[in-house]
């Protein structure tokens, strides 16, 4: 699979034109669902910036590459867990899940730390290169501070759910399912197929889930505490009936 400039340029403007509609729909229907719909958006502005990553590896623009690299690093690793942390906690309308998705939201900070130190990098090794006609980010895909297989494989984890878990049990969750699942399913797949360029070939994958969230933001309700309120009532009525 071969990626360049024009795909991420691409990529990017296709995820601009979702996120367009998608912040629409919230605006008109479930404006609550803000976050979410904000989503696509971010991507287009992340797959337009690894478009410059390209431009600078194929011009041997080694400033270039440094500074797109810099800048799709702090999407790839820091913000992402933090967003998805965030919007969760934003759209919680029970008051025991919002404190804990609070607190996870604060958790999900420490990966602010692990971008500072992926940008610092190895001395004398590019941010960032191509391999395999994909652009490999040295420090991120070589493991970051566990440069060994088992390392690699539990950071990566550990990001996994620290982006994940949120939106597992907040009380929409319902909405997310699809692209929860397929966010795993692709960085399995990435890890085991494109292991060299993990950051890059993930984040395209993970970016093409917009359309799932875009399609979530549609099928919301247009108030955050409508479902609560039917899932409330719900539990009552189940909680009645059986005490008879």
Not at 3 to 24: I, N, P, Q, T
Not at 56 to 67: D, T
Not at 83 to 92: G, M, Q, V
Request: charged share 15%; net charge positive; aromatic share 16%.
């Amino acid at each position: 699979m071969c990626y360049s400039a024009e795909a991420s340029f691409g990529s990017g403007a296709l995820l601009l034109a979702v996120g367009a509609w998608s912040l629409r729909t919230a605006v008109r229907k479930s404006r609550w669902m803000w976050p979410y719909a904000v989503v696509p958006v971010l991507f287009g502005v992340q797959q337009c910036t690894e478009g410059f990553v390209w431009l600078g590896i194929h011009g041997e623009k080694p400033w270039l590459v440094e500074a797109a690299s810099r800048f799709y690093l702090l999407f790839a690793i820091a913000f992402w867990p933090f967003w998805y942390s965030f919007a969760a906690w934003k759209t919680e309308v029970n008051h025991q899940k919002k404190g804990f998705l609070g607190f996870w939201m604060g958790l999900s900070l420490i990966w602010v730390l692990a971008y500072l130190i992926s940008i610092r990098g190895d001395a004398g090794v590019p941010i960032a290169c191509e391999s395999g006609h994909s652009v490999r980010y040295n420090y991120s895909d070589s493991g970051g501070l566990w440069k060994t297989t088992e390392g690699k494989w539990l950071s990566r984890t550990l990001y996994l759910l620290t982006a994940l878990v949120p939106n597992l049990v907040m009380t929409h969750r319902r909405y997310l399912w699809g692209p929860v699942l397929t966010a795993s399913a692709s960085a399995l797949a990435a890890a085991l197929y494109y292991d060299h360029a993990f950051t890059s070939v993930w984040c395209l994958w993970s970016a093409l889930v917009s359309a799932l969230i875009a399609r979530s933001v549609w099928l919301a309700p247009a108030k955050a505490e409508d479902l609560f309120l039917k899932e409330s009532k719900f539990r009552a009525t189940g909680a009645l009936c059986g005490s008879v």
